[in-house]
């Protein structure tokens, strides 16, 4: 192993450390046993993290990539057990998506903006204002299958020092956004109390998004579901789920169409339709969630924790 190598060495290869007193899966419905088997057990692949967040899977490096926030790196778990520094001396990065062409795509509360990183390893900013005026601090991103990137603009990182930096918001409103890098379009496409995370259902054709203003005094502890138009606009939304306990901070969409959820209690499961399917527990609450490849298996981050869960499929 080479010197920079070994710099960036957190964790070395091995396998997972198993996670006891933890409850098995929980179903609600019998489908969801055939995704997520009772006999199922979650596992730590890392637990030294400060604060984790917005995992994704990069197929370019083959690694799951997630964010410690206030550790202040984007870090990545390696097939083999390693966990490695991806990018150091973050400007507090949160959420995280891969673009259509392969490229790592981040929410940077410490910058308030989008930026890119390329496979190679360069990072470059994307969008870091509307109409004149920087962000909040961009909390979550998921690409369309058109390639433009939506994102949710909160507040928190312009309250949590560890988290962001200090400061007023110069726009006066908390709204999900879309950029598109094609052209440089950006529109903003809803408000909410504190938007935070978003996902697509399979098809493109609803978008998503959590509202966890219940952590800064509000209610909201809600995931919307909002039909795209035709004209590139937002229908009428409708309230999905409300998420107990907890708020449903980070959510991805499997091919069924299910709705995973982070929560107090860990990752809740619900039908397109908001029927609940089931639950994942963790030790903790769990910020967020996403698939490996063909989704075999779930990753969780938690506080210090990246968790994950094989899947069956079905």
Known sequence: MNAEAASNLLRRPGPPAPVPHVDPPRASD???????????????????????????WWPARDI????????????????????????????????NTVDGDGNLIHCEHGNRRLSRTTPDGRTTPLVETYAGRRFNAPNDVACAADGALWFSDPAYGLRQPKQGVLDESE???????????ADGSLRRMADLGQPNGLAFSPDGR????????????????TIYAY?????????????????????????????????????????????????????IPTPQACSNC????????????????LYAIDLAGG
């Open 171 to 181: 726009l006066g409103h908390h709204s999900v956004y879309r950029f598109d890098p």
């Open 290 to 305: 996403c698939f490996g490849p063909d989704e075999r298996r779930l990753f969780i981050t938690a506080k210090e924790h």
């Open 64 to 95: 799951l990539v997630w964010s410690d926030i206030e550790g202040r790196r984007v870090l990545g778990w390696h097939p083999d057990g390693c966990v490695r520094v991806v990018i150091d001396a973050t400007p507090f990065i949160n959420g």
């Open 206 to 221: 609803i978008l998503y998004v959590s509202d966890t203003s219940r952590t800064e005094g509000g209610d909201g502890h």
């Open 30 to 56: 019998p489908r969801f046993s055939a995704v997520v088997p009772h006999h199922a057990r979650l596992v730590s692949l890392y637990d030294q993290a400060t604060f984790s967040e917005g995992p994704t």
């Open 227 to 279: 039909p795209l138009r035709p004209d590139g606009d937002l229908g009428e939304r409708r309230v999905l789920a409300q998420v107990e306990p907890g708020v449903p901070d980070g959510l991805r969409v499997d091919r069924r169409g299910w709705v995973w959820t982070s929560s107090g209690a860990g990752v809740q499961v619900f039908s397109a339709e908001g029927h609940r399917r089931g639950l």
